[in-house]
C-alpha cells in the first residue's frame, strides 16, 4: 500500500463497531505526525469518535469527506505489523476488525484518559542563606525546620516523602514556597507493579546436554528467522524449559532484538516474574509484566514502558501476545496446550495461534513450550511444519514420580460409603507428615458440597438461572452457583415437597480440606482456590509459607496445578481423575491427561523421588494408563485415531456457533432458521450439525442453542458464516456468538 510521508486522507476504524472503514481529510498542520497506526479523534455523525488509522491516502472517493479533529498520543500507538496481524485475525476469527483492535490495546491506552501518575518533589529555590533560616526561626521555628533540611537535600525528594520524614505538614512546605525558598516540581513517577520488591540476579546456568542441543537449535534459527518453522520444545516437567527460554531472551537481546513471553494467567505466580526480573537486569525497565491484576495505572504505565522501547522482555498472560514491542526477535509461549490461552469473548482467538501468525508477520522465532503439547501443536510437529525439540530428563536426572492408581470402586466396596481419602492416600499422608516432607492434594472444584438433593422427594437445589446445581460453602454457609453467582440462603426444608429430608452430595475443596484436618489434626492445613485466595497478597502469602515449609498440606484447585516449583513436595493426590474426563467435549481425555501429568509434576523435584495418587472409578481410561507411563507419543498417537475417526481438529477445523435467548422458544426457532441458512450457503466439503440444545442449556437465564461445523478452509469457512449472518436478522433479545477453533464446547 502507498504510504505518502505527508499523506492527504487516511482510511480508518473507529472504535465503535460498524462494519466499516471510513475516510477523512488530514489538514495540512496535522499531515506530518499522522502515520499508520496513530490513534485519532474524528467527527462521526453528530459526535466525534476515538479511531485507529489503517491506510495513508493520496486520494479518496468517499463522498462528504471531513477532516480528522486531532491526534491523539504523540506517536503511532500501533506498529503496521500489529494491524497487519489485526487484518488477519478479523476475518479468522470471524468478527469485525474494531473488535480485534478493541483487544489490541489496553482500555487505559484506547480512552487515553488515566495519564502518569505525578507527583510533587521538593527542591532548594536556589542558594538558601544560614542567616535567613535564623531570621525565619523567630517568626515560623517550624518552617525554619523545614528549611534546614531541604537545604541540605543534593537531590529533589518527594514532597510526601519529605513531610513523612520530618513529621511537618503541607501547610509549612507551601509557606516557604511562598517565600520563595523551596520549589516544588511536578515529576511522572511510575507505577510499577513490582517496584516494591527486590529480585536476586541470577545468571546463565550451565546446561545438560539435551538443554545445550535444545538452545544451539533455536539460536541458530535467529540467523534466518524468516525462514525458520515454528518450534515446538516438547520437555517433561521439570527438565529446564524455562532456563531454555531465558538464554534464548538472551541471545536475542544480544542481537539487539526484542522478546515477548506468554504464560497462562494462572502461572504468572511472583515466582515467574522473579526469574525474569532476577535474570535481566540490565536497566530497570527492561522487563514489564502485564496480566489481569495490574491496576488501570499499572497497565498504562507497563503498556507505555513497551511502546516507549524501555521495556525490551514483556511476560505476560494472553494479551501481551499483543505487547507493542518493535524490533521482535522472540516469542515464547510456555504451556501452549493450555486452554486459558484461548479468549472466551469476542475476539474468540487462540493466543497461542495468534503468536504464531504475529511471529510470521514479523519474521521472528516462535517457541512454544510444554510437557503435555496440544493435539494441534504435536501434530503440525510430527507433519514437520514445526520443528520438534525434546527435553525427556528432569534436570540433575531427577526421577519422574511414581504413579499409582487407586481404583475407587474397590474402596468402595470395601468401606461402603465413598472416602474422599482411600486407605493408601491417607497412609501416604501419614507417612509424609512423619517425615516432615509436604502434600499437595489436588481437586478441581470448589466449595464444601456440590449439590443440596431432597432424599424424600429427589428435587436438587438448582440455580434459577443455569442449568447447574448450586454448590454448598460452608464458610459463608450459602448456596453458589459458579457460573452466574447466583448466592441463596441455605433452605432448611426442601422447598419442593416441604419434608425436613434435605441431604448433601458431592465434594469440593473446602471438604477435602475439613476431612483432612479431621483425620490429621495436627497437621498445618491450607487451602487455594478461588473462594481462600480473593486477595492477591493472600496467594503469595500461602505460597511463602508452604514454600518455608509452614504448610504440611496444601489441598487446592487447578491453581495449585501449574509452574509451581517446591523441592519439599513428595506427595500428590489427585482426589477423583474423572471429574474432567466426563464432560461433553471431544477435548475432555487429552485435558485429563495433561492435567494428571501436569499436577504430577508438582512431585518430587527435590532430591527425594515423588510419589502420586491418583483416585478414580475409571482406572483403565487410556488418558489415566497413558499418564500413568509418562507415556505421551503413546498417547498421543490414540488420541488422534480417535481425532481422525471422528473428524475433529487437528484434522479438521470446527466453528461453533451459539445462540442465546431468554425465551427458548425464541432461541430455538433462531437456531433452527440459521442452520437452514447455512444449510444453503455451506458446500458440501464442509460438515454442517443440527441445532441443538447446548450442553449447558441454560446460562445466566438465557437459553442456549449450538450449530457446530467443521471442515478444512478454515478462513472460507468464516466468511460463509460471517455472510449468513450478516443477511439474517435475528430478533432484539436473541444473541449469537461465534467461536472459531473453540476450546469450550459447553
Ligand atoms: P520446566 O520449565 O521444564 O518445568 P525449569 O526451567 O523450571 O523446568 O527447571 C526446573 C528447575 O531446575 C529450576 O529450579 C531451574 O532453575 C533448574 N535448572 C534448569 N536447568 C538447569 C541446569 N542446566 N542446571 C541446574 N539446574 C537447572
Ligand atoms: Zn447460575
Same mark, same amino acid.
Given at each position: ?20 472503514? /471510513? ?9 506530518? +505526525? ?47 505489523? *500489529? ?54 526561626? $523567630? +517568626? ?21 516523602? #519529605? ?20 520549589? /516544588? ?55 529446564? =524449559? ?10 536475542? #537481546?544480544?542481537?539487539? $532484538? ?66 507493542? *514491542? ?21 475476539? +474468540? ?7 504464531? %501468525? ?11 513450550? &510444554? ?5 494441534? &501443536? ?53 507417612? +509424609?507428615?512423619? =517425615? ?55 433452605? =432448611? ?25 479431621? #483425620? ?14 480473593? $486477595? ?22 487447578? %491453581? ?10 513428595? /506427595? ?23 492435567? #494428571? ?81 447455512? =444449510? ?34 478454515? %478462513? ?31
Amino acid at each position: 500500500m502507498l504510504s505518502p510521508s505527508e499523506p492527504r486522507y487516511v482510511r480508518v476504524v473507529i472504535d465503535r463497531a460498524i462494519h466499516r472503514e /471510513l475516510d477523512y481529510a488530514v489538514p495540512e498542520t496535522l499531515a506530518e +505526525r499522522v502515520n499508520i497506526g496513530s490513534r485519532l479523534r474524528v467527527p462521526f455523525r453528530e459526535k466525534s469518535a476515538l479511531a485507529t488509522v489503517l491506510a495513508l491516502l493520496d486520494q479518496s472517493d468517499a463522498k462528504g469527506i471531513r477532516p480528522i479533529e486531532a491526534i491523539v498520543g504523540e506517536a503511532p500507538i500501533l506498529t503496521e505489523q *500489529l494491524l497487519e496481524l489485526a487484518k488477519w485475525m478479523a476475518p479468522y476469527y470471524c468478527c469485525p476488525i474494531e473488535t480485534v483492535i478493541r483487544s489490541l490495546l489496553p482500555q487505559v491506552v484506547r480512552k487515553a484518559e488515566v495519564g502518569w501518575k505525578k507527583q510533587l518533589f521538593v527542591q532548594p529555590a536556589g542558594e538558601i542563606a544560614s542567616e535567613e533560616i535564623e531570621k525565619l526561626r $523567630r +517568626r515560623a521555628p517550624r518552617q525554619a525546620e523545614l528549611l534546614e533540611v531541604i537545604k541540605r537535600l543534593e537531590q529533589p525528594v518527594r514532597a510526601t516523602e #519529605l513531610l513523612r520524614q520530618t513529621a511537618l505538614d503541607n501547610q509549612t512546605l507551601r509557606a516557604l514556597v511562598k517565600r520563595g525558598l523551596a520549589q /516544588l516540581r511536578e515529576e511522572a513517577v511510575p507505577r510499577d507493579p513490582h517496584g516494591d520488591e527486590q529480585f536476586v540476579g541470577t545468571t546463565s546456568l550451565g546446561l545438560n546436554r539435551e538443554q545445550e542441543a535444545a538452545l544451539r537449535e533455536i539460536t541458530s534459527a535467529f540467523g534466518s528467522p524468516e525462514n525458520a518453522s515454528p518450534i515446538l520444545l516438547h520437555g517433561v516437567t521439570g527438565s529446564g =524449559k524455562t532456563e531454555i527460554y531465558l538464554q534464548a531472551i538472551r541471545s536475542a #537481546l544480544d542481537l539487539g $532484538r526484542t522478546a515477548i513471553v506468554l504464560v497462562p494467567e494462572i502461572s504468572l505466580t511472583p515466582q515467574t516474574v522473579e526469574r525474569f526480573k532476577g535474570r535481566f537486569n540490565d536497566s530497570p525497565d527492561i522487563v514489564a509484566v502485564l496480566h489481569s491484576h495490574l491496576s488501570e495505572g499499572e497497565r498504562h504505565d507497563e503498556w507505555h514502558k513497551i511502546h516507549s522501547g524501555r521495556a525490551r522482555i514483556v511476560v505476560g498472560a494472553r494479551s501481551a501476545v499483543f505487547a507493542p *514491542l518493535q524490533n521482535l526477535g522472540l516469542i515464547v509461549v510456555d504451556e501452549e496446550h493450555e486452554g486459558t490461552y484461548k479468549q472466551e469473548e469476542a475476539p +474468540r482467538y487462540h493466543a497461542r495461534d495468534v503468536a504464531v %501468525m504475529r511471529a510470521k508477520i514479523e519474521k521472528c522465532i516462535i517457541l512454544l513450550g &510444554s510437557a503435555t503439547p496440544s493435539l494441534e &501443536s504435536y501434530h503440525n510437529a510430527t507433519r514437520g511444519k514445526y520443528r520438534l525439540l525434546n527435553l525427556t530428563q528432569r534436570v540433575d536426572e531427577g526421577q519422574m514420580p511414581l504413579m499409582r492408581i487407586v481404583d475407587l470402586r474397590q474402596e468402595r466396596r470395601r468401606e461402603k460409603a465413598a472416602a474422599i481419602l482411600s486407605e493408601k492416600l491417607r497412609s501416604a499422608i501419614a507417612d +509424609r507428615l512423619e =517425615k516432615r516432607e509436604q502434600t499437595i492434594l489436588f481437586l478441581n472444584r470448589r466449595g464444601f458440597s456440590t449439590s443440596l438433593l431432597c432424599s424424600n422427594c429427589g428435587q436438587a437445589c438448582d440455580c434459577p438461572n443455569c442449568s447447574v446445581g448450586l454448590t454448598f460453602h460452608r464458610h459463608v454457609a450459602r448456596l453458589n452457583c459458579h457460573l452466574c453467582g447466583h448466592t441463596a440462603a441455605v433452605p =432448611k426444608k426442601c422447598p419442593s415437597c416441604g419434608q425436613d429430608a434435605l441431604i448433601y452430595v458431592g465434594f469440593g475443596t473446602e471438604k477435602v480440606e475439613a476431612t483432612v484436618a479431621h #483425620l490429621f489434626p495436627s497437621a498445618a492445613i491450607r487451602r487455594m482456590d478461588a473462594d481462600s485466595m480473593t $486477595r492477591k497478597e493472600a496467594y503469595r502469602e500461602t505460597l511463602r509459607s508452604f514454600r518455608a515449609g509452614q504448610i504440611d498440606i496444601l489441598v487446592g484447585t487447578q %491453581m495449585i496445578a501449574k509452574g509451581l516449583h517446591f523441592p519439599n513436595v513428595t /506427595l500428590v493426590g489427585i482426589i477423583n481423575a474423572d471429574l474432567a474426563l466426563h464432560l461433553p467435549d471431544f477435548r475432555a481425555g487429552e485435558r485429563t491427561f495433561q492435567l #494428571l501429568t501436569q499436577v504430577a509434576g508438582r512431585a518430587g523435584r527435590g532430591e527425594t523421588p515423588g510419589e502420586v495418587f491418583v483416585q478414580t472409578y475409571t482406572p483403565f481410561s487410556p488418558s489415566i494408563q497413558f499418564a500413568r507411563h509418562h507415556d505421551f507419543a503413546g498417547y498421543f498417537e490414540q488420541e488422534l485415531e480417535f481425532r481422525e475417526r471422528c473428524d475433529f481438529p487437528p484434522f479438521k477445523h470446527a466453528i461453533l456457533i451459539t445462540i442465546r435467548c431468554p425465551h427458548e422458544a425464541r432461541a430455538k426457532l433462531s437456531a433452527e432458521t440459521l442452520r437452514r441458512r447455512l =444449510k444453503e450457503a455451506l458446500g458440501p466439503e464442509f460438515t454442517l450439525g443440527e441445532a441443538t440444545p447446548a450442553p449447558l442449556e441454560k446460562l445466566q437465564g438465557q437459553f442456549r442453542f449450538h450449530i457446530l461445523m467443521r471442515g478444512q478452509a478454515i %478462513m472460507r469457512l468464516s466468511r460463509l458464516v460471517r455472510a449468513t449472518l450478516d443477511k439474517l436478522p435475528f430478533p432484539e433479545d436473541v444473541a449469537v456468538a461465534v467461536d472459531v477453533d473453540p476450546y469450550q464446547l459447553l
